[in-house]
C-alpha cells in the first residue's frame, strides 16, 4: 500500500522547538522540515558560521545552561527537543569481569 506524506498529514503549528546541531547537515533538515509543519524552530551549534539562533557546545553543561536560560527568556519555554548532535565518549560507567 502506498503512503504520502504533507503538511496536512503533520502539523506543528503552534509548538516550540530545538534543533540541537541545527546549523547543517541531518539537523537542519529537521529544522526546515518542522518549520515547514509550522513549529517556531530556534537551532543550536558550536559553529557560529552556521548562524545558529544560540551558539551551544552541548557537550559543555555551562552553554546549555546558558542556552536554556536564553530559550526561556526568549520563548517561555519549549515543547520539543530534538537532540540531533552526537557526541562521543564512554558508553558505560561499569566494567564487566
Ligand atoms: N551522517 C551520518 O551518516 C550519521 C550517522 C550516525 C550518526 N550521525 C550523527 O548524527 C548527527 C548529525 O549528523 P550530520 O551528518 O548532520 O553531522 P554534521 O557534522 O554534518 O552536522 C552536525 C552539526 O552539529 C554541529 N555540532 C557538532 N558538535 C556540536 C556540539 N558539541 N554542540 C553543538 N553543535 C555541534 C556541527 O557544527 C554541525 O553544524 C551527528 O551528531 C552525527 O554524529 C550521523
Given at each position: 500500500?502506498?503512503?504520502s506524506a504533507n503538511s496536512q498529514d503533520f502539523s506543528l503549528t503552534g509548538l516550540r522547538a530545538?534543533?540541537?546541531g541545527g546549523g547543517s547537515g541531518i539537523g537542519?533538515?529537521?529544522a526546515d522540515a518542522m518549520k515547514h509543519a509550522g513549529a517556531r524552530v530556534v537551532v543550536c551549534d558550536v559553529n557560529d558560521s552556521t548562524k545558529p539562533?544560540?551558539?551551544c557546545d552541548v557537550s559543555k553543561s555551562s552553554?546549555?545552561?546558558a542556552m536554556f536560560a536564553a530559550i526561556?527568556?526568549?520563548l517561555g519555554g519549549l515543547d520539543i527537543l530534538v537532540?540531533?548532535?552526537g557526541v562521543p565518549g564512554p558508553t558505560t560507567t561499569s566494567?564487566?569481569?
Open positions: 500500500m502506498a503512503t530545538l534543533v540541537t537542519k533538515a529537521i539562533n544560540y551558539v552553554d546549555v545552561t526561556e527568556r526568549d537532540n540531533n548532535v566494567a564487566c569481569e
